[in-house]
């Protein structure tokens, strides 16, 4: 939990932001003043060259200074894009594995928070934190403050409904899918045993989608995992593509394997969080809910955040 009066890392592991954002990035910073705390940003913000706000040494160095300075509490991702994996191998997970910091992030960020898990067995928040800057700000400053400053499970409870089987527990791994997979074949990629897998997508329609799920499958992930849970694929929704991801989930991953699904986690402006690296339990509710129908995760059981 943070406390009033903390500071806060900022960085951009993934595309630099343009210098046209500088003044939503001030709206940020005065957001999080105004909640109490105080945002440090990395010097690798804002574009350089091309989308590069540094070199991956570079950028893996400004998330690391954060990681080796006390007063910062947490650290928080404001970016997204593509490069997010360049700075893998000079990570100090040595560090990241005896500090108490958590690390917040989404989309292209899926690769840092699943290395941090592969390499140390420390949990990540998939979320992006410019979430409070958008059209669904007054609920989103509502949930993140009462998460993060005051011990409650807001930003964490996920509404969720079973499209097959009717339960599945484990430790979550995932987040974007074509994200996730620039781990394939490397060291940074997670045990997959037993494990919920999460999957979300930005871009891509039918072919784009089936060839990750197709990826995924060839890998073996559908022998391994316990479950998935589908986030929003935001594309494939708005071009209200059939088949749709539900049918190809279905399809490739087999009758047998539990499978949720939730608006609650995705690209979308009104997306809340899920702690990679920690366990998962969801079930339905025979008693009270028909098959198909919506429940809430309630995350005060199981995903905390516990100490910073």
């Known amino acids: 939990m943070l406390r009033c009066g903390d500071k806060i890392g900022i960085v951009c592991c993934s595309n630099g932001q343009k210098h046209t954002y500088e003044e939503k990035i001030k709206q940020l ?19 350089k060259e091309d989308v590069f706000s540094g070199t991956a040494k570079e950028r893996a160095e400004a998330l690391m200074r954060f990681y080796k300075d006390d007063e910062i509490k947490g650290i928080f991702d404001i970016s997204g894009g ?8 000079y990570l100090d997970y040595d560090m990241i594995v005896n500090s108490s910091k958590m690390f917040w992030g989404y989309s292209d960020l ?24 958008y059209n669904k700000k007054e609920e989103q400053i509502v949930d993140f403050c009462n998460t993060v400053m005051h011990n409650k499970t807001d930003l964490f409870q996920l509404n969720y409904r079973f499209i097959q089987q009717n339960k599945m527990q484990g430790i979550v791994v995932g987040g974007n899918i074509r ?52 986030g929003t694929f935001t594309e494939m929704e708005q071009e209200k593509c059939i088949p749709t991801v539900e049918e190809l989930i279905k399809k490739i991953a087999g009758k047998d394997m539990p499978i949720a699904v939730t608006r609650n986690v995705g690209h979308g402006t009104d997306s809340k969080a ?32 516990g100490d910073w």
């Open 110 to 133: 899926t690769t840092v928070i699943n290395a941090i898990y592969a390499k140390t067995g420390k949990a990540s928040v998939l979320y992006q934190i410019r979430n409070l800057l």
């Open 179 to 230: 994200c996730f997979l620039k781990l394939a074949g490397t060291e940074y990629m997670p045990n997959l045993d037993g494990k919920i897998l999460l999957l979300e997508s930005f871009s891509g329609t039918v072919a784009k989608i089936e060839t990750y799920l197709c990826q995924l499958q060839q890998m073996g992930a559908f022998d391994k995992v316990a479950g998935i849970v589908l």
């Open 274 to 305: 899920i702690i990679i690296g920690q366990e998962l339990c969801l079930q339905e509710s025979c008693e009270k809910f028909q098959k198909g129908d919506i429940y809430e995760y309630n995350s005060s059981s199981r995903q905390k955040l």
């Open 82 to 89: 593509d490069v997010a994996n360049g700075i893998l191998p």
């Open 29 to 47: 910073e005065n957001i999080l003043e105004t909640i109490g705390l105080h945002p440090v940003f990395s010097d690798c913000i804002y574009e």
